[in-house]
């Protein structure tokens, strides 16, 4: 008797364990190719204090240039502001990683984000641009709103990326 006492109580933690966690992690990955020289894009991109390429960004300031560490704040043209920290910078490779450190969901509904910003030469001599972003949705626990809750926040992701990709197409096709 005891043991099967033992079984269903196991049973009920394993369940509820089960029940309780929480959000996984989201990524995304947008990728365009841009009728230009891997030069002229990295050009482009290259400086982590500048992001005024992209068309939600009202400004761009930050400290420490494109130097592992720099910061920037984007302010948007919707309102709000994103804070962000270079962790990687690898302009031989053609890309860096950064991360979010400070953002209110009301700007973006995402926690713990990330992401690397990659250049790669195609054979035909353009530039396939990828821009991948790892991060947990608004709400960190169970039963999130719809507007804090995975589906918003990789809306809200891959629309950020793709409206900068195209406007960056656009920008170095001209």
Same mark, same amino acid.
């Given at each position: ?16 364990? *089960? ?12 990728? /365009? /190719?841009?009728? %230009? ?20 960004? %009202? ?10 560490? %720099? *910061?920037? *704040?984007? *302010? ?29 969901? %009301? ?68």
């Amino acid at each position: 008797m005891k043991i099967i006492f033992f079984i269903l109580i196991s049973l009920i933690i394993a369940s509820a364990e *089960t029940l309780a966690h929480g959000p996984t992690r989201q990524k995304v990955v947008e990728k /365009i /190719i841009i009728q %230009a020289p891997i030069e002229k894009v990295w050009h482009a991109v290259r400086d982590f204090q500048n992001m005024s390429w992209h068309p939600a960004v %009202a400004s761009s300031t930050g400290e420490g240039g494109s130097a592992v560490g %720099a *910061t920037r *704040t984007l *302010t948007l043209k919707k309102g709000g502001s994103i804070t962000e920290n270079l962790e990687k910078y690898l302009p031989s490779e053609y890309k860096y990683f950064y991360r979010i450190v400070e953002v209110s969901t %009301a700007v973006l509904p995402i926690n713990n984000y990330s992401a690397w910003f990659m250049l790669k030469q195609t054979a035909e001599g353009n530039t396939e641009v990828i821009w991948k972003g790892a991060f947990y949705r608004g709400y960190m626990n169970n039963n999130p709103p719809a507007d804090l809750n995975d589906k918003a926040a990789i809306a809200a992701v891959r629309g950020l990326y793709i409206s900068g990709l195209n406007q960056l197409k656009k920008l170095l096709e001209e």
